[in-house]
């Protein structure tokens, strides 16, 4: 075992480390932040014998560029169907791997997902708060100074498993696309809304706007009209 670090070399907006969540603190205003996509985090973790919660890279879709430092790395990533490079080999989108010092490793959105997941054999080695590594970059807590991660940085790792392991694919149908509807639950304001309004908000295409975050999502599509006001 040796210790070492992951130098983040590109790097997009909305890129964090993620663990299962920081629990239990919602009664004092503290959010429990954590993965966008609890199944894919706790895969990659157990791909490599890892605690299903442990923290990791959640990657956006804006990408990451990394290489190791200090030490060779392995590591396992999976979630959306990302374009991942080793050097100039692409691998495939949910995959355990070697990082040798002077290797660079690219993961890029692709054809489907908005999320990907990077899991060390080791620990990253940062400080907890409240119990948790997970970053919540609103109230600027946990992961790397409580921010997404910028090029520049090392995100350290100790405990790494210094043996040789080979390329291996993951298997994991559980991640596969899920085609099926969104449902939706109406709140207890929905009378704000005419009856047309809901029934609009039912039927017409939407898209993720740049507003979304965390927190919420938003919708870009042909705005709803309130008939009480805006106020619930």
């Known amino acids: ?77 999976c979630g959306g169907a990302f374009d991942i490079r080793l050097g100039s080999t692409r691998l495939p989108s949910a995959v355990v791997l070697r990082l040798e010092p002077g290797t660079r490793l690219s993961i890029r959105a692709s054809e489907i997902g908005a999320w990907a997941y990077v899991a060390v054999a080791g620990r990253i080695d940062l400080p907890a708060v409240l119990g948790s590594l997970s970053t919540h970059t609103r109230s600027g807590l946990g992961g790397l100074a409580g921010r997404g991660l910028v090029a520049g940085d090392s995100v350290p790792v100790v405990e790494a498993d210094d043996s040789a392991v080979g390329l291996m694919a993951i298997h994991a149908p559980w991640l596969a696309q899920n085609a099926a509807s969104i449902r939706v639950v109406l709140g207890p304001q929905d009378d704000y809304f005419a009856p047309e309004q809901i029934q609009a908000f039912l039927t017409q295409g939407w898209t993720l706007s740049s507003r979304s975050d965390r927190m919420a999502y938003g919708l870009t599509g042909v705005p709803l009209v309130h008939a009480k006001g805006h106020d619930i």
């Not at 956006?60 to 396992?76: M, N, R």
């Open 1 to 77: 075992m040796s210790g070492g670090a992951l130098r983040i070399l590109q790097v997009g907006p909305g890129t964090t480390v993620q663990d299962g969540g920081r629990r239990g603190y919602l009664r004092y205003g503290v959010t429990a932040a954590g993965p966008m996509d609890p199944f894919a985090l706790a895969t990659a973790n157990l791909a490599l014998g890892r605690p299903r919660d442990a923290a990791v890279i959640e990657v956006s879709l804006s990408g990451l560029e990394v290489e190791a430092v200090g030490c060779g790395l392995t590591l396992a990533i």
